[in-house]
């Protein structure tokens, strides 16, 4: 069965292509439109397909849109409610419900040729288990599932279970309760952008105290079915609202910290409440945007029941695509296969690399090993811009569309907050040699998707000042040779020049755009930002080749 998944009502549009129940393409719209998250999260952008990602999964595996046996849509219209009786201040609700509607007619004229009767609505949080419940690595029994979100049609989360491909829900909260929503409100209130800038919020928590936990406490309680209840929070009465980008002190670190440290008992509590529901499965999935928040993760692998947590690497919205297509391929009678990485847009081959440097006329050599070149520019304390294999699907870089600097330079964290206009309490993340990880890191192991952060040994910490975050824990991706051939010659060659086995990796763009996608992206990139080399493949551009003044 051929099942092409749609993400389209919130945010972060993206399209996933099922064949037989493998996932053979996934990508974001905003790659493709340069458009960060594909569009505002508001209710008249619903209309808003991902058309460009949507046409390249079918054109990159060859096939057409009548040879599609379905498309799945990440939301169900006939699910809704009214906005104000779902407790929501949403006037304009409706409209968005009313695009979803029409939706199938939208995307027959998006995918000329297209039945809109092949259109299957899915609900939203169906979406994003089968996204996690499915994709996740096979567990030997029964999966739990845990989707912790913003909002769908009528609920924020759903508990449930996988057995045999097939999911049983076992509780869902509805709205207006939101651990997501609650994290959003605080987001805005701190002078971020809401649907987007929420691990930032998670980045300042690490800088404040948990001043206001009692009175959260009160404020965001767990309930014996499952699920919770989130009261209205008047956040001015422990902090002073920021205007957009102004400026944040001890009291907002303070008030992030706290509901930090609440949302991370919550998550707790519900987890458990699911381990007993389940029956004891072993291993727990997740997804929804709240599963990126990677500190609750970690606390929920440390503390939780289940002997592994696996987060899909694509939890939040974006992820959607790829659940209700599984998820439809299931009901047509397929199997799913677990995903076997992030690396599911879009690449380009040797040849097609090598054409766009010449035609940008940049003078480019072949080394004998790409990773060897790239190691010994990083051990010269340069930076690297990494662009290898597909791109990923997803909010992390992961060794295809990197970033990359020497992690033993304190100086590091300024100078790539500069490159990427980022601010400097963002934190940057190692990739460490998988079979290096426990000598340097506590935590879960494997992390290929950056998803825990780690604690950094002690022993450790000075030797990789550029990662280590100021509570002394790291966000770590493991590089697996298996899986990452080139990126663990890079590491393996890095570690002989500098007896380190970690390199700093973040994502290749710069502030407020898009990752990365294709080669010419790369290049305008390297043009405009103080980076040493461009590793385009096997190709290497050094800034020193390019004369004139650095
Ligand atoms: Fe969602």
């Given at each position: 069965m051929r099942v092409l998944g749609i993400n389209a009502i919130f945010h972060d549009p993206a399209a996933a292509l099922v064949v037989d129940g493998r996932v053979v393409a996934a990508a974001e719209e905003e790659r493709f439109s340069r458009r960060k998250h594909g569009k505002r999260p508001v209710p008249f952008s619903a209309w808003e397909l991902p058309e460009l990602s949507a046409a390249w999964c079918l054109a990159s595996a060859g096939i057409?849109?009548?040879?599609?046996?379905a498309v799945a849509y990440?939301?169900?219209?006939?699910l809704c409610r009214d906005a104000a009786d779902l407790g929501l201040s949403d006037p304009w609700d409706w409209l968005r419900v009313d695009y979803a509607r029409r939706a199938p007619q939208f995307l027959a004229a998006a995918l000329p040729g297209l039945d809109p009767e092949k259109v299957r609505f899915v609900p939203h949080h169906v979406a994003h288990a089968a996204s996690a419940g499915l994709a996740a690595p096979p567990a030997g029994d029964d999966t739990a599932v845990l989707v912790l979100d913003g909002r769908g049609e009528v609920a924020s989360h759903l508990a449930g279970v996988y057995r045999d491909g097939r999911l049983s829900p076992l509780y869902s909260q509805q709205l207006p309760h939101s651990l997501g929503l609650l994290y959003e409100d605080l987001t805005r209130h701190l002078g971020f952008l809401h649907s987007s800038d929420e691990y930032k919020v998670m980045a300042l928590a690490s800088y404040g105290q948990p001043r206001h936990l009692g009175q959260l406490r009160d404020l965001v309680r767990v309930t014996d079915d499952g699920g919770f209840q989130v009261e209205r929070i008047d956040w001015s009465s422990m902090a002073k609202a920021v205007a957009a980008g102004g400026e944040l002190a001890e009291e907002h670190a303070d008030l992030a910290s706290s509901v930090q440290v609440r949302l991370e008992e919550v998550i707790l509590d519900l987890s458990r409440w699911l381990y007993d529901a389940s029956g004891g499965a072993t291993t727990l999935a997740m997804a929804g945007g709240v599963a990126l928040n990677c500190v609750a993760n970690a606390r929920l692998a440390a503390e939780?029941?289940?002997?592994d947590v696996w987060v899909q690497p694509a939890a939040g919205d974006s992820g959607t695509a790829l659940g209700a297509a599984l998820h439809v391929a299931g009901e047509l009678g397929d199997r799913s296969a677990p995903m076997a990485?992030?690396?599911l847009g879009r690449g380009w081959s040797e040849e097609e690399l090598e054409a766009e440097l010449r035609r940008a006329a940049l003078p480019y050599t072949r080394p004998a090993s790409i990773a060897a070149e790239a190691a010994r520019v990083l051990a010269d304390n340069g930076i690297v811009a990494w662009y290898q294999g597909r791109s990923e699907y997803?909010?992390?870089?992961?060794?295809?569309r990197s970033l990359l600097a020497h992690p033993g330079d304190p100086d590091t964290t300024r100078r790539m907050n500069d490159v990427k206009g980022r601010e400097q309490f963002r934190p940057i993340a190692p990739m460490v040699r998988a079979e290096r990880f426990a000598e340097l890191f506590d935590g879960v192991y494997p992390s290929p998707y950056m998803l825990f952060v780690h604690r950094v040994k002690p022993e450790w910490r000075d030797r990789i000042p550029a990662v280590t975050h100021v509570d002394g824990t790291a966000r770590v991706q493991t590089v697996h040779a298996e899986t990452e051939p080139v990126v663990a010659e890079l590491l393996a060659e890095f570690e002989r020049r500098t007896g380190l086995p970690v390199v700093v990796n973040t994502s290749l763009?710069?502030?407020g755009r898009p990752m990365v996608d294709t080669p010419r992206e790369a290049m305008e990139l390297f043009g405009s930002a103080p980076v040493d080399l461009l590793a385009l493949g096997p190709f290497a551009v050094h800034r020193g080749a390019l004369g004139g003044a650095r």
């Open positions: 057409d849109v009548d040879a599609l046996d990440s939301f169900d219209p006939g939780g029941p289940y002997r990485g992030a690396d997803g909010p992390r870089a992961l060794g295809h763009n710069t502030a």
